[in-house]
């Protein structure tokens, strides 16, 4: 793989859509975690540690990753549309959605700005949280600098629902929805109320996971197709590392 000014490796080897090779390996593991695919949508398993998109630190995203599969599966020439109508932070897993055409790409994007596309999320905490279910309000600013929000008067209101579904020895098992879209806006509203998740050290927990991740599960996605207009209803499994957690 060539490398870029910076020493990055190059994850596209030119503009003409010419992508690296994958490894067996690489190709088996990509293969395993698609949950969903047809010729408009890709719903993917995405582990912690991986980015959806590109950012300042220059590591392969998994939007260019499904290209360089889906052109070396299909054999296809030229450029892989692979557009991505929203994100999941880095220390996060879970279902991650794909457009693999541009209709479908701006059709997702208003639908998402509708509320149209319902999204559940799993958390583990060490502190169980003030009441088994709850609707949480605040009001969010936040830092770019640290890459963090805070509760603050001044800040974008910000509101979800958790339930609690699950216990073990040490750990509570929190279902949230959210009904708005704020930066960090789960890790940090559940820290706040006194369960920061597990693993979350930036929001208050005292230890950091072996992965280095946090113990945040896009658990759940459900939609109309937005070209098929049938309903799409996915789940996420629950990652190996969740002890005494069922799913």
């Known amino acids: 793989m060539p490398l870029t000014h910076s020493g990055k490796k190059c994850y596209l080897c030119s503009t003409m859509g010419v992508y690296r090779t994958l490894s067996p390996e690489e190709y088996r593991d990509l293969e395993q975690r698609i949950l969903l695919e047809d010729n408009h949508l890709l719903i993917f398993n995405k582990r912690t540690g991986e980015i959806v998109q590109g950012d300042k630190t220059g590591d392969e995203p998994l939007s260019e990753t499904l290209k360089a599969f889906i052109a070396q599966r299909d054999g296809k020439p030229g450029q892989v549309f692979m557009g991505v109508p929203h994100r999941l932070d ?66 974008k209101e910000a509101k979800l629902k958790y339930t609690l579904i699950q216990t073990t020895d040490r750990y509570f098992l929190l279902e949230v929805e959210l009904y708005t879209g704020r930066h960090h806006q789960i890790r940090c509203q559940l820290a706040h109320m006194g369960s920061p998740i597990k693993g979350d050290l930036k929001y208050g927990a005292k230890r950091s996971n072996p992965d280095g991740g946090i113990s945040l599960l896009a658990r759940h996605i459900q939609f109309i197709h937005p070209v098929k207009k049938t309903e799409v209803d996915v789940t996420a499994p629950v990652p190996a590392s969740w002890k005494g957690i069922e799913g």
């Open 90 to 155: 880095r220390p996060v897993s879970g279902v991650v959605l794909f457009a693999k055409t541009s209709k479908a790409l701006e059709r997702l994007n208003e639908m998402l700005r509708k509320g149209e596309i319902h999204k559940t999320y799993w958390a583990l905490t060490a502190n169980r949280p003030p009441k088994d279910s709850d609707i949480l309000t605040d009001f969010l600013v936040r830092n770019e600098a640290q890459n963090k929000s805070y509760v603050a008067k001044n800040g």
